[in-house]
């Protein structure tokens, strides 16, 4: 099953177009899609025999993030070998986690601002929780999950990779830096939802492409590693991580301009596309040029 957010509705897209939830369970599901997921197998059960003929069009300008306001977003970083290679970074022996701010999600065709000329790009599959998970056995990680979405981790690398310590959160959390869609994919409509092909073109020029059979930490691993350290919840998303090929570590760098056009794509979950603009709000940096900082000898 496929479930789409068209013009802020739950929908389901059944290939011949999509069927609105709230209307056709009689009010039993709300429109709000976010909602849906705290009640998954209740949604599940009510689908598997729900009369899905009354169609309407798919309006693909009209879709919105699957998962509009997710709880936690969690992120993987260097989850591919050879991305950990390209990034000269050895392979990591536990995930490398860091957040995204949940006000950072967009729609798959947003049109998205760039906060300076330092914007890459990094295609990722994204988990959607769907039951709640807590010390997640291994074996138990695929029964927590609602499906499979395609996102961007979109990512300002001057801000990520700026000062004493990497500001990862912030640097990959400006509005618009993580986009989703443009459906979230049960796992029965996967050959094998462990070996998902996904792929970025920034303006025809294939710049990555891989699959997820290739990623260090699986879903259920990732699961069951962030299970330990706090309750995972209906809605919450995961960013799997993204393969070799990101524009900063080429030579030469390869970043995103208000010129390109991004695509991209996985298996069976569909494209997303998105242009940008430059930003008229001043860079972080520039807010605290003026700002007085406290010296050694003020304290």
Request: net charge negative; glycine share 8%.
């Amino acid at each position: 099953m496929r479930i789409v957010n068209q013009s802020h509705r739950l929908m389901i897209d059944t290939g011949d177009g999509v069927v609105d939830v709230e209307k056709v369970s009689a009010g039993k599901f709300s429109s709000d899609i976010q909602s849906v997921y705290g009640r998954w197998d209740e949604f599940l059960d009510w689908a598997s025999s729900a009369d899905l003929s009354s169609t309407t069009p798919l309006r693909a300008g009209e879709l919105g993030a699957p998962v509009p306001r997710p709880g936690q977003v969690f992120a993987v970083g260097l989850n591919y070998a050879d991305h950990a290679a390209e990034a000269n970074i050895p392979h990591p022996d536990a995930p490398v986690i860091f957040t995204k701010f949940p006000a950072s999600i967009a729609g798959p065709y947003d049109t998205i601002e760039l906060p300076s000329d330092l914007v890459d790009f990094e295609v990722e599959l994204v988990a959607v929780i769907g039951a709640p998970a807590r010390d997640v056995a291994l074996e138990d990680g695929w029964a927590h999950i609602a499906g499979l979405t395609l996102g961007q981790d979109v990512s300002e690398r001057g801000v990520q990779l700026a000062g004493p310590t990497p500001q990862f959160n912030l640097g990959k959390s400006f509005a618009g830096f993580s986009p989703i869609g443009p459906a979230v994919v049960t796992l029965d409509e996967f050959h094998d939802p462990d070996d998902v092909e996904v792929s970025t073109t920034l303006s025809g020029e294939l710049m990555q492409g891989s699959s997820t059979r290739h990623l260090i930490f699986s879903v259920p691993a990732l699961v069951a590693y962030l299970s330990a350290f706090v309750e995972l919840r209906p809605g919450d998303l995961i960013f799997t991580g993204t393969p070799s090929g990101v524009g900063f570590t080429r030579d030469p760098k390869r970043l995103i301009t208000t010129e390109d056009e991004l695509v991209s794509n996985a298996d069976v979950i569909g494209e997303m596309r998105h242009r940008f603009i430059s930003s008229t709000r001043p860079h972080p940096a520039a807010v605290l040029a003026e700002a007085p900082h406290v010296t050694g000898a003020d304290k």
